[in-house]
């Protein structure tokens, strides 16, 4: 069965970064995108940006550019999320989510457990 | 895109029959999904290109709409239902949701 199994919580100081693992299994990891969202505590859902595991092509939301970066390793079959320069108001659960196959463009049909990162001094 | 869901919170009974909507601040043709997330858990996708229900939904989940004006309907809300909504559109990369809706038991 198609799993995502995220890495542990993290407490970081502001200014720090933060890098969380998203290790895919039960399905062929290159053959489906993978995503980024985060969820501020008691907040919505706010996408973050995407990587083509096969390719290694990846975008970003616009607010992230220049703090975030999307990568891969195929050998292990896990998506990786780092972002700098963290802020209090980066304190949120990230989620790695899988994008559909056979659907439009974003559309997301799995999802990590959540990692909370919490930024504070 | 903006999207504005409503109500954003919202009482019923099991048994009841429940919609909630979605507006886009502009028009995105079929490009919605909706998503069910329960406290402390992770987006279950429910409906994708505003109707097709996602494999192993049940069907008393159900989308309609299209352009800006979307609804969810659960037919008989069953105990498990009691959750925070979310729409998403898919018409462009930014991919923004809804600020969600809480569905509370009354």
């Known amino acids: 069965q198609v799993q995502l199994v995220q890495s542990g919580a993290e407490v970081k100081k502001p200014g720090a970064s933060v890098q969380v693992s998203c290790k895919a299994s039960?399905?062929?990891?290159?053959?489906?995108?993978m995503h980024w969202v985060r969820q501020a505590p008691g907040q919505g859902l706010e996408w973050m940006g995407w990587i083509n595991p096969n390719s290694g092509d990846k975008n970003y939301a616009q607010k992230f550019q220049g703090r975030v970066t999307v990568t891969r390793d195929t050998s292990i079959n896990t998506a990786y999320m780092e972002l700098t320069r963290l802020r209090s108001d980066d304190t949120a659960v990230y989620y790695c989510?899988?994008?559909?196959?056979?659907?439009?463009?974003?559309?997301?049909?799995?999802w990590g457990q959540g990692i909370l990162v919490t930024v504070s001094s | 895109i903006q999207l504005t869901q409503s109500p954003s919170s919202l009482s019923a009974s099991v048994g009841d029959r429940v919609t909630i909507t979605c507006r886009a601040s502009?028009?995105?043709?079929?490009?919605l999904a909706w998503y069910q997330q329960k406290p402390g858990k992770a987006p279950k996708l429910l409906i994708y290109?505003?109707?097709t229900l996602q494999s192993g939904v049940p069907s008393r989940f159900s989308g309609s709409g299209s352009g800006t004006d979307f609804t969810l309907t659960i037919s008989s809300l069953q105990p498990e239902d009691f959750a925070t909504y979310y729409c998403q559109q898919l018409n462009d990369y930014r991919y923004t949701f809804g600020q969600g809706t809480k569905l509370e038991i009354k």
């Open positions: 039960g399905y062929t990891f290159t053959g489906h995108y």
């Open positions: 502009q028009g995105i043709s079929s490009y």
């Open positions: 989510a899988r994008e559909k196959v056979g659907a439009t463009t974003g559309v997301f049909d799995y």
């Open positions: 290109a505003a109707s």
